[in-house]
């Protein structure tokens, strides 16, 4: 069982950067797959960013591509979500997600771990 635990959330204008964390209680992240979601009221949860288990294969949402960074570094069992020039429409509660490879995480299919979620609010 791995418990993933996020920080880094909170309130900033647009145009700020913000970087999340996700800290895994168990070794044994290093051989997941690791990603973001968000979810914004009353929308559904969205696919964010995805990392391979090695920290070099990594995907992203159009809507973030070119803006945020995904990373992962497995000797501090620990994934980050760097986001540069928030905008209002990132506003969201994110979560990181562990599972068995990016496919998982890119379809959210499988995932086999969930993070409880950090609070992002992006003002104007």
């Known amino acids: 069982q791995v418990v993933l635990v996020e920080s880094g959330g909170g309130l900033v204008q647009a145009g700020a950067s913000l970087r999340l964390s996700c800290a895994a209680s168990?070794?044994?992240?290093?051989?997941?797959?690791m990603g973001w979601f968000r979810q914004a009221p009353g929308k559904e949860r969205e696919f964010v960013a995805a990392?391979?288990?090695?920290?070099?294969?990594?995907y992203y949402a159009d809507s973030v591509k070119g803006r945020f960074t995904i990373s992962k570094d497995n000797a501090k069992n620990t994934g980050y979500l760097q986001m540069n020039s928030l905008k209002p429409e990132d506003t969201a509660v994110y979560y990181c997600?562990?599972?068995?490879?990016?496919?998982?995480?890119?379809?959210?299919?499988?995932?086999?771990?969930w993070g409880q979620g950090t609070q992002v609010t992006v003002s104007s």
């Open positions: 990392v391979g288990s090695q920290g070099v294969i990594t």
């Open positions: 168990e070794r044994t992240f290093s051989s997941y797959a």
């Open positions: 997600a562990a599972g068995r490879s990016t496919l998982n995480i890119r379809t959210n299919s499988g995932i086999n771990y």
